[in-house]
């Protein structure tokens, strides 16, 4: 069985490269809505979808059709007192300095660490992988979820920035042995 791990359409934050995190319920921008209509993608049985705003839009565009099923541990990183920054506006202070110069580890000041939002989205993805297993789905998602399930599940394995993703973009996860490839 295979399971669609698409990014929600761009925000308004996205094009700006703001921290859009879990303290920011952003609507999809015209140009995020556009792009996501010119997509072909898989037909699926079930949708689960982040309760973010922006999750929940690119699902109803892309499976109006599909009742979504609402998963609150598949929201997005808590950036804290980076919510709603972009680099420009961080950079040069020395916590955000500390967190670049960790890779990302630390946590944001306020806010959460990679590390307990990855355990967050693997443990919820992991209580669905029995409804995964029996019909075809999608999760509509942020793409730090996607970097967590695949850096926990994809084979070959690599390592969580290296499943980076485009909005509106993602992986197929091929539960039979967890190998993955990209759409679209």
Not at 40 to 64: F, G, K, W
Request: with cysteine; aromatic share 10%; glycine share 8%.
């Amino acid at each position: 069985m295979n399971v669609l791990l698409i990014r929600h359409g761009l925000t308004r934050g996205n094009l700006e490269h703001r921290y859009i995190g879990s303290g920011t319920d952003e609507p999809l921008c015209e140009e995020g809505i556009l792009l996501l209509r010119q997509l072909s993608l898989p037909s699926v049985s079930r949708v689960y979808v982040s309760p973010m705003l922006r999750c929940r839009m690119t699902a109803e565009l892309l499976y109006p059709e599909i009742s979504c099923q609402v998963v609150p541990d598949f929201r997005e990183c808590s950036f804290g007192l980076y919510e709603g920054k972009n680099y420009a506006e961080l950079n040069g202070l020395p916590a955000y300095q500390a967190y670049i110069d960790s890779g990302g580890t630390l946590p944001f000041p306020g806010g959460e660490s990679q590390a307990e939002m990855q355990s967050r989205c693997v443990h919820a993805f992991h209580l669905l992988l029995p409804e995964l297993q029996t019909v075809p789905s999608a999760l509509i998602v942020h793409g730090g979820t996607i970097m967590s399930i695949l850096d926990a599940y994809a084979r070959p394995h690599r390592s969580y920035f290296d499943w980076r993703v485009e909005n509106g973009h993602g992986y197929i996860l091929r539960l039979t042995d967890f190998s993955v490839c990209p759409f679209p």
